[in-house]
């Protein structure tokens, strides 16, 4: 029936490799006669197929650039190109093979013992690096969210979420559905069913368990989804894998009432010499190779195992047409004979000739997402395994995860096993000899154990290890296995790529509603925050950009500016209790201020600490009018809403950033440009410095508040977006018979360092508060009690350790760059904040901290450029302007 | 083979009554104090309590980064210490701590950032510790894989590049330096958690342990994520929040990254160990909690924020995430030293995100206080009293995220 569909083949290190629809990677190497799959980490063994289930490590390869696939369970594709990987140089014959013979050499923890000079290790390390690491990086790619599959991100919202599509998790789903609850059913493999879809027993009933499920509209099935984590409050992180090319992983964020897990069991290998030769495989994966794919692994097989499993083991071989050798006791298995691959097994007794041995290996319960979760795994004899107990709240565990149908696999002699072929760990080739010395040393907490050895700590997260590892540590330490204890597990398992967890790219960039009038003008781009804002704006080709900054500056000093300042944080904070609020986060005093008036304002933590700064304008009694730097935005929301908590206060914060366009407008000729714009009164005596009006500008609606961070005449415009290109030509318009030009941040920022205005988190970092800074007039102690207060309490009575102040550089070529560093005699005293060349005085000024007991009026001090110290003096007072009159005009 | 007896690397014992020194919390920073105080000082009676198994706590869940790029002249010269000591461990204790020297990058994303690691390298030429400012140019030869393209989010502006930063093995320092204190005879009592602290006239008089009661002439506090909880017990209130931080690891590659690169707008760093896993940590949780289970959100911030550094990632896979638990100092600072209210109670905690690349100098210093009562200049700075005095370290400006 197979030969009728359609075939297609992948590269496989350049041999063609065909393959059916519905083949996975490996199965299709596998029935094309490829039995080596990897070598190993350390001693570069061959090893082949062993659980056909994505668990172990040994079918890692590259496909298509991408390191570490599980082929056999990635489902195959035309025209793949598949690799081996860790390999020198191929798969076949590997020279790094010859380090198994140099074992000796490398016995557990070995790197620790010798190597210790710093110098011998500096040179050794390079090599033990480039020996160690699987798969190689995949090729280089520049920017995430454009070459990527298009990974997503979902959330979903149940009643129960059921992990688990096997006999037990469809119960169950079934069983919730009938009475009302909205089921979510997650399953890993591609089609419901569990191991009774590749088994002879009860095929029918199964059956009608999937076709019930799939036709009940309560049950939301995630097919071929794995979840990998059972986080806090039952949130389950879950990848749904891709059906085809065009879609990505995703994550599927699902928070349910009740989760039920119903993930089963899983089998991992037993203890013997040479257990991890190509040619011994679990029976699941034997099982699966016969029962979905119709291929049998070997001729002769002996099959370890005892009772109904192993007999029902070697029906099922021979039903396919394998001869079974003989059934193997496992207490009676020495060793695995062969080079690489199985050519026998020696048992106690006697020597059997075979080509394949099928281990009826431990049977785990899945229960790493309830251990997780908080659930006890405790020991239990007769079962030879861990059980679950003690679920949190809210969740349950049914089927074989909970130890039903479970009985031990194998007795305690193979724990004596010293051998150093006798593979514990596959990842890490961590053999028993290895686990029994390490204890030996005194890493006998399993803990300690798994950190010095490694195991359980590869790709197969400890699945494949974990148990044989706590048996050795308990025999060897002579505790019981729950004293020993099983080691944490941690989420993601199974593993999740970076790329499903970073989901959608979502780092968006924010353009200002005037973008495409700056584009227009030749705005030269910068970043600030998310936004992108015009640095200054090009003139021609030959034009420096010194030059054009000068020629903005002097459009704002002589005659008028205007910026946009759309990306400047803007909250409206309305309701009766809205002066409280303000009161409480603000230093200052907030709740007098009258309506119509505009108040400078400073927020600080509870230490003192300066977070933001910006003004708040009070529009009508309960309506004030906030702004905030444009990194903070977000922040400042945040801040306001976490202080509203459990106050029961009448007061609604809203952040309307992305609903206004900003804009200032500044300079001498400042009045003249607006009041042909506007019907209000602009006259100095009724429209001062430091008040607001709400009135129409151009026709629109807009907030204007009298403010003059650039220190002239000026006005801030708010507007709703969809009027700020409109008001912005009008602004430009009206202003042309006064020469008006647009002008961007570094102008901006020239401007304001004449005036030494502060721009909180470039002059102020996270350890600055209001009293270094020079700004003791915003607190306002005497109010009752506000963030922060009683730290500012205590440092306004400590002496001050640093301040901030203004400094003229003497020789005007010397530009300290932002960061420089304040030295005196050769030892550093301060930092630069923000230097710039002043087109006023033709000086260099700027800002910086300086300790305290520098920071005298007139002092000379020196700031290290290039290496060298370069003399400048302390100036206090603003540069331009210091008594504010031109504010005023 | 001679090379390879395997000796054991520490005894077991049964609890005294009485030692002249006890050490709360076995990471570390207590094992180095122990370890200075027998091999400098000849204090050798003393236990080591840990509640969980040696290594349990911070000392194993860091993410193993040296570093003495600091901000302030106390910063600078203290980790310089810390980095000094370091580099001289493995042969002093005669095991390899697997430290390399790959060098440090700090990126910038933003002219606030960038004038931030400035500060930094000046500062640290100034105290003679190697750090300079490089360009995109300089960073793409050192990071071939790192993603320095023109792009509108965290363009790679500028990086602080600290050469003699690098990776330890840090259960490797735990357990290199528990052998040496085994060796000298002093005690270490995995599985023993203090319980309470008996406090009679201004001294700390018994420890009780789930094992039994204690009486020592000297206790000292060397514990990270319950250094309040721990104080408090003897009636000491710490200025300390506690906050998780997470950390994730990807399965082994070849090697591919050769330096430790942190982005602290990203609030990422990342490594790659000598095994060829990829070691990723985030900034602490916004929240106070003792939880040292991993959320998803972080998670997902970590990819995220790796991709974004090295989109050729996006098929490596996550094997696990844990947590840590930091405490954190109203000025991203440690304490150390004698505590205000009593006569014999030491404490060195507060160790935020940066304790375990400071254990040496840390252990070497303490050792030294608690031995001679010297206070070296070197560990001055971050004595209990200085919030009283109001004398906070500058650090936090640089701390955020500074890996």
């Not at chain 1, 079918?59 to 990635?74: A, E, F, K, Q």
């Not at chain 1, 704002?556 to 909250?571: A, F, N, T």
Request: aromatic content about 8%.
């Amino acid at each position: 029936m197979l030969k009728t569909r359609a075939r297609f083949s992948f590269s496989f290190g350049g041999t063609s490799i065909e393959a059916y629809p519905g083949d996975s990677i490996g199965v299709a190497m596998f029935r094309a006669g490829i039995r080596i799959f990897t070598r190993s980490f350390k001693h570069h063994r061959a090893r082949g197929l062993m659980c056909v289930s994505g668990n172990c490590p040994n079918c890692l390869m590259n496909v298509d650039g991408m390191p570490n696939v599980r082929v056999c369970t990635t489902p195959a594709k035309a025209g793949m190109n598949v690799t081996p990987q860790n390999v020198f140089p191929s798969l076949k014959f590997d020279w790094l093979s010859i380090l198994q013979k140099l074992d000796w050499l490398m016995p557990v923890g070995w790197y620790y013992k010798i190597f210790t000079h710093r110098f011998i290790w500096s040179i050794v390390s390079p090599f033990i690096r480039k020996a160690a690491g699987l798969g190689k990086a995949p090729p280089i790619i520049n920017n995430f969210s454009s070459t990527t599959a298009p990974y997503d991100h979902s959330y979903i919202h149940t009643d129960v979420a059921i992990v688990g599509g096997g006999s037990a998790g469809l119960t169950a789903a079934i069983e919730n559905a009938k009475q009302g609850s909205r089921c979510v059913l997650i399953d890993d493999q591609i089609a419901l069913g569990g191991y009774r879809r590749f088994g002879t027993v009860d095929t029918n009933k199964n059956e009608n368990l999937i076709q019930q499920a799939m036709s009940e509209k309560q049950i939301t099935i995630l097919s071929h989804s794995y979840c990998f984590g059972l986080y806090e409050d039952r949130l389950l992180g879950v990848v749904q894998l891709p059906n085809d090319n065009t879609q990505g992983e995703s994550v599927t964020h699902i928070r349910a009432d009740r989760v039920i897990i119903a993930t089963g069991t899983f089998e991992a290998p037993l203890l013997f010499e040479n257990n991890d030769l190509v040619g011994v495989m679990l029976s699941s994966g034997v099982e699966r190779l016969i029962g979905l794919y119709a291929i049998n692994p070997g001729h002769q097989a002996v099959v370890i195992g005892d009772g109904a499993r192993a007999e029902h083991i070697a029906s099922l071989l021979q039903h396919a047409g394998i001869e079974v050798v003989s059934l193997v006791h496992s207490e009676q298995v020495v060793s695995a004979l062969g080079s690489e691959q199985v050519t026998g097994i020696q048992t106690v007794t006697t020597r059997i000739n075979c080509d394949l041995i099928v281990v009826c290996g431990h049977l785990v319960p899945n229960a790493g997402l309830l251990h997780q979760a908080g659930a006890s795994l405790e020991w239990v004899d007769d079962k030879g395994a861990f059980i679950p107990t003690h679920l949190p709240s809210g969740i349950d565990a049914i089927g074989d995860v909970t130890g039903e149908h479970i009985t031990p696999a194998a007795g305690p002699s193979s724990l004596n096993n010293d051998s150093k072929r006798c593979y514990v760990c596959f990842c890490e080739d961590v053999t028993t000899s290895d686990l029994r010395t390490a204890i030996d040393e005194g890493f006998d907490q399993i803990e300690t154990l798994k950190r010095y050895t490694t195991v359980s700590m590869g790709p197969c997260q400890g699945k494949m290890c974990q148990l044989s590892s706590i048996e050795i540590c308990a025999h060897k330490s002579k505790r019981s296995m729950n004293e020993t204890g099983v080691t944490t597990s941690r989420p993601p398992n199974p593993s999740v790529s970076l790329g499903a967890l970073a989901g959608p790219n979502h780092l968006s960039v924010k353009k200002s509603p005037l973008h495409n009038e700056h584009k227009e003008l030749n705005a030269v781009w910068m970043n600030m925050g998310d936004w992108k804002r015009p640095f200054y704006y090009s003139r021609t080709r030959a034009t420096t950009m010194q030059a054009c900054i000068e020629r903005e500056y002097r459009a704002v000093r002589e005659r008028v500016g205007v910026i946009d300042i759309s990306p400047l944080g803007k909250i409206e904070v309305k309701g009766r209790d809205a002066g409280k609020l303000l009161n409480l986060v603000y230093t200052h005093r907030f709740g007098n201020l009258k309506v119509g008036r505009v108040r400078y304002a400073v927020m600080c933590d509870e230490t003192g600490i300066i977070l933001d700064d910006g003004t708040i304008s009070r529009l009508s009694d309960e309506h004030y009018f906030l702004t905030t730097t444009t990194g903070n935005t977000e922040f400042v929301v945040q801040w306001l809403e976490w202080w509203l908590i459990d106050t029961n206060w009448d007061v609604h914060v809203i952040n309307v950033t992305g609903g206004r366009s900003s804009i200032n407008l500044a300079g001498p000729k400042a009045r003249d440009v607006l009041s042909q714009l506007t019907n209000v009164d602009l006259a100095s005596d009724t429209f001062k410095y430091m008040m607001c009006r709400q009135a129409e500008v151009a026709g629109a609606p807009a907030t204007l508040l009298r403010i003059g961070f650039v220190g002239e005449m000026g006005w801030e415009i708010h507007v709703p977006a969809d009027y700020g290109v409109h008001v912005w030509k009008s602004v430009l318009e009206a202003g042309s018979s006064h020469d008006i030009l647009p002008f961007g941040v570094e102008t901006q920022r020239v401007l304001r360092l004449e005036k030494q205005h502060v721009i909180v988190g470039v002059d102020t970092d996270a350890m600055s508060n209001p009293y270094d800074a020079a700004m003791p007039w915003v607190i306002k102690l005497d109010k009752e009690d506000f963030i922060g207060k009683a730290s500012l309490t205590t440092q306004q009575s400590t002496s001050v350790h640093e301040r901030l102040i203004g400094f003229t550089m003497i020789n005007d070529t010397h530009l300290p760059e932002d960061g420089a560093v304040l030295v005196c005699s050769g030892a550093p005293v301060g930092r630069v904040t923000s230097a710039r060349f002043s087109f006023l005085n033709k000086t260099v000024i700027g800002l910086a901290w300086i300790n305290a007991d520098l920071a005298k009026e007139g002092n000379s001090i020196a700031i290290r450029i290039n290496g060298n110290p370069a003399p400048a003096r302390i100036q206090q007072a603003a540069f331009y302007d210091p008594s504010g009159d031109r504010l005023r005009m | 083979m001679q090379l390879f007896r395997n000796n054991r690397m520490w005894g077991t014992h049964d609890l005294k009554s009485s030692y002249d020194v006890v050490i709360i919390g076995a990471g570390v920073h207590g094992l180095a104090t122990a370890y200075y105080l027998g091999k400098l000082f000849g204090v050798r009676k003393i236990a080591l309590l840990e509640k969980g198994y040696l290594g349990y706590g911070a000392s194993g869940r860091n993410t193993a980064i040296l570093r003495s790029n600091y901000r302030t002249p106390e910063g600078i010269k203290f980790y310089n210490a810390a980095l000094k000591l370091y580099e001289g461990l493995s042969s002093e204790l005669n095991w390899n701590l697997l430290f390399t020297q790959c060098g440090h990058l700090t990126l910038g994303h933003t002219d606030t950032a960038v004038t931030g690691l400035r500060v930094r390298a000046e500062m640290n030429q100034l105290l003679g510790v190697n750090s300079r400012i490089i360009f995109p140019a300089e960073i793409q030869e050192l990071v071939p894989h790192l993603d320095c393209s023109d792009r509108p989010r965290y363009p790679v502006m500028a990086a602080l590049y600290h050469p003699p930063g690098g990776i330890i093995r840090h259960d490797a320092v735990v357990w290199g330096l528990a052998r040496a204190c085994d060796r000298m005879g002093i005690e270490i009592h995995p599985k023993t958690e203090v319980t309470d602290i008996q406090v009679s006239r201004r001294r700390a008089e018994q420890v009780i342990t789930n094992r039994g009661q204690i009486s020592a002439d000297v206790i000292i506090n060397a514990t990270a994520g319950w250094a309040s909880t721990i104080a408090k017990m003897a009636g000491v209130a710490m200025p300390i929040v506690s906050h998780p931080l997470q950390a994730c690891v990807t399965e082994p590659l070849k090697p591919f990254l050769d330096t430790v690169i942190v982005s602290a707008s990203l609030h990422v760093y990342v490594n790659q160990t000598g095994r060829g896993e990829l070691v990723i940590g985030s900034e602490i949780d916004p929240y106070q909690s003792y939880s040292m289970k991993g959320t998803l959100p972080t998670l997902e911030q970590m990819a995220s924020s790796s991709v974004q550094l090295f989109p050729q990632l996006h098929n490596i896979r996550v094997l696990r995430q844990w947590a840590g638990i930091c405490d954190m100092t109203p000025d991203f600072a440690p304490i150390i030293g004698l505590c205000d209210e009593l006569e014999n109670f030491y404490i060195d905690v507060g160790w935020g995100t940066y304790g375990f690349k400071a254990a040496p100098a840390a252990g070497r210093y303490l050792a030294e206080l608690v031995a001679t009562g010297n206070t070296s200049a070197i560990i001055a700075p971050f004595s209990p009293d200085r919030f009283r005095r109001g004398r906070l370290v500058g650090e936090k400006a640089a701390a955020a995220v500074s890996h």
